[in-house]
C-alpha cells in the first residue's frame, strides 16, 4: 500500500516543480502582453475603429 501513496506524493512533487519553473516565464509573458496591450489600447485607437463602423454603440469606447 505505501507503494500507492508514493505516486501521488512523486506526481506532486513534479508538479510543483513544474510550476516553480513554468510561474516565472508566464509573469514576464503577461508583463509584455499587458504592455503592448496598453500600447494599442488608446483612445485613438478605439475611434479609428469606432469610424470603421457605423454602427458602433458609443459605450464601447475607452473613454466611456
Given amino acids: 500500500m505505501s507503494g500507492s ?3 501521488p506524493t512523486a506526481a506532486a512533487k513534479i508538479q510543483k ?3 516553480r519553473k ?3 516565464l508566464f509573469k514576464e509573458m503577461n508583463k509584455v502582453m ?3 496591450n496598453d500600447r494599442i489600447d488608446t483612445t485613438e485607437n ?3 475603429e469606432q469610424a ?4 458602433w454603440q ?5 473613454d466611456s
Fill in 52 to 55: 470603421r463602423c457605423s454602427k
Fill in 34 to 36: 499587458d504592455r503592448e
Fill in 22 to 24: 513554468i510561474e516565472p
Fill in 17 to 19: 516543480a513544474l510550476q
Fill in 5 to 7: 501513496l508514493r505516486i
Fill in 46 to 48: 478605439y475611434h479609428r
Fill in 58 to 62: 458609443a459605450s464601447k469606447t475607452a
